[in-house]
């Protein structure tokens, strides 16, 4: 079955970095654009950013523009959100979800989510 698996969340200070990895298994990577998700306190699930299939275009919320920059290795099965200049308000559970780029309209399969907490 199709599993999404991600890690990397944790306890970083305000200022600093982190790197998310969703690993995917159990579907065709390459036929799939994939998104990163937060589920914040208080809030909706936001979206984050997205990237094509190929990891050529991407796309991102305006509330992490220019500090997080998403990314795939097609051979691995995975993709990355590097987070830098973490905020307090970045704080939340970040979920790697699964789009098949021939089908439209929502994500088809999530993770389980990794929480991320940014503290001073």
């Known amino acids: 079955q199709v599993q999404l698996v991600e890690s990397g969340g944790g306890l970083v200070q305000i200022g600093g970095s982190l790197r998310l990895s969703c690993a995917t298994s159990?579907?065709?990577?390459?036929?799939?654009?994939m998104g990163w998700f937060r589920q914040t306190a208080g809030k909706e699930r936001e979206f984050v950013a997205s990237i094509s299939s190929s990891g050529i275009s991407s796309r991102y919320g305006d509330s992490v523009k220019g500090r997080f920059t998403i990314s795939r290795d097609n051979a691995k099965n995975t993709v990355y959100l590097q987070m830098n200049t973490l905020k307090p308000e970045d704080t939340g559970v970040y979920y790697c979800?699964?789009?098949?780029?021939?089908?439209?309209?929502?994500?088809?399969?999530w993770g389980q989510g990794t929480l991320v907490t940014v503290s001073s």
């Open positions: 159990g579907l065709t990577f390459t036929r799939y654009i």
């Open positions: 979800a699964a789009r098949d780029k021939n089908v439209g309209g929502e994500y088809t399969y």
